[in-house]
């Protein structure tokens, strides 16, 4: 049941502090503000800051739950041990659909994107199809270069962060108070909200096996969720100071419309090239979700990785195309969010809680 990947395909513990905001900074931090101001208002920021400790929290169940038996574990071989072959079997089955789903939600909302900035009359089918090609050769060249990927993202969109300053120009910090002015319930709604743009630290269950000296890997995860965090709350505060609360609720894309005032004497159009570049981001999301569902399916099935790489890449392009306007787009994300919120804020948990019990258990039997 032990998982034992070739010493060749191992990454140093370093580089999980990459794999952290490789997966969770996508397409989402360009109009997360307007969905958790519509619930938190001005104290939405406080909403990210609560969202990003708890995400921290599950962090660390995460590495209890791979690391509290002798041998070295994914969330597959976790199943399997704490319900039996053929129930844990249909958790992994599940959890690959889980990434499968992630992984169409990140692509189509990019693509959506492209198609309302740069190009209404683009062809979406030419458009995934290029970008499942790119997936299946960074994915097919296994989780060392999706690290590589990771760390090549991060270091070509980081620039696009300090953007940033410019609606500061015009920011009015009186916007941010009165500081508490929504209740406890309010906050948490949009703590929910958050959800989405948090989700993708889980993946840990299932990469873990690849890193090396893993007991060390653990303090780079939580430093990689904490730098998570600390750019989704520069990002509301800079939106909350620089709308109206009014203004923000129907601005779909917050973070894109700032990237408008960006003036540049050599450059016209910025966001053109923001969303051009961001794609740096948005390919390391897809290709751990992509990669995380071919391996736990190969692992479940026990077929090679290629082919159930190839399968999952169809159903992502066959989804992707019926996925055409903005009203399924919109219900395909809020149902996406709906169950990630449920597999990290409770299905997790639970699962930790039931190792315990049964670890317990066997401990006193033997």
């Not at 580089?15 to 996508?26: A, H, K, S, T, Y």
């Not at 399997?80 to 089955?93: A, E, P, R, S, T």
């Not at 709308?243 to 923000?248: E, K, N, S």
Request: hydrophobic residues 55%; positive net charge; aromatic residues 16%.
């Amino acid at each position: 049941m032990e998982v034992k990947p070739n010493e060749t395909k191992l990454i140093s513990p370093f580089f999980v502090f990459f794999l952290m905001p490789g997966m969770q900074i996508g397409v989402g931090i360009l109009g997360f503000e307007r969905v958790i101001a519509k619930e938190a208002g001005q104290d939405a920021w406080l909403s990210v800051l609560i969202s990003g400790l708890i995400i921290n929290v599950l962090l660390w169940m995460c590495f209890k739950l791979l690391g509290r038996g002798p041998q070295t574990l994914d969330l597959v071989a976790i199943h399997k041990d704490l319900f039996g072959k053929w129930v844990g079997n249909v958790f992994n089955i599940l959890f690959i659909l889980y990434l499968i789903m992630i992984s169409i939600i990140l692509i189509r909302t990019y693509l959506e994107v492209i198609q309302v900035w740069m190009f209404p009359g683009v062809n979406v089918l030419m458009l995934i199809t290029v970008i499942l090609i790119l997936v299946y050769s960074f994915v097919e060249g296994g989780f060392r270069v999706i690290t590589g990927l990771c760390i090549i993202g991060l270091i070509i969109g980081s620039p696009l962060f300090l953007l940033n300053y410019f609606p500061l120009k015009y920011a009015h910090f009186e916007n941010l108070g009165p500081f508490l002015d929504h209740s406890f319930m309010e906050i948490m709604k949009a703590c929910k909200k958050m959800t989405l743009n948090y989700l993708g630290f889980e993946l840990l269950l299932i990469y873990y096996p690849f890193i090396k000296n893993r007991e060390k890997s653990q303090k780079w995860a939580h430093l990689g969720a904490v730098f998570t965090m600390a750019i989704y709350l520069v990002s509301i505060i800079v939106s909350l100071a620089y709308y109206h609360q009014d203004q923000l609720k129907d601005v779909i894309w917050a973070t894109l419309t700032l990237w408008k005032i960006v003036d540049l004497p050599f450059i016209e159009r910025f966001e053109y090239i923001g969303i051009s570049v961001w794609l740096f981001m948005v390919l390391p999301n897809v290709c751990i979700g992509v990669w995380a569902a071919s391996r736990t399916a190969k692992r479940v099935f026990g077929l090679r990785q290629k082919k159930m790489l190839v399968f999952i890449l169809l159903i992502i392009l066959v989804s992707c195309i019926f996925l055409d306007n903005r009203y399924r787009i919109d219900k395909f994300n809020t149902i996406s969010s709906e169950i990630g919120f449920y597999i990290v804020y409770l299905y997790l948990p639970l699962l930790f809680i039931w190792q315990s019990i049964v670890y317990k258990v066997r401990g006193h039997k033997s």
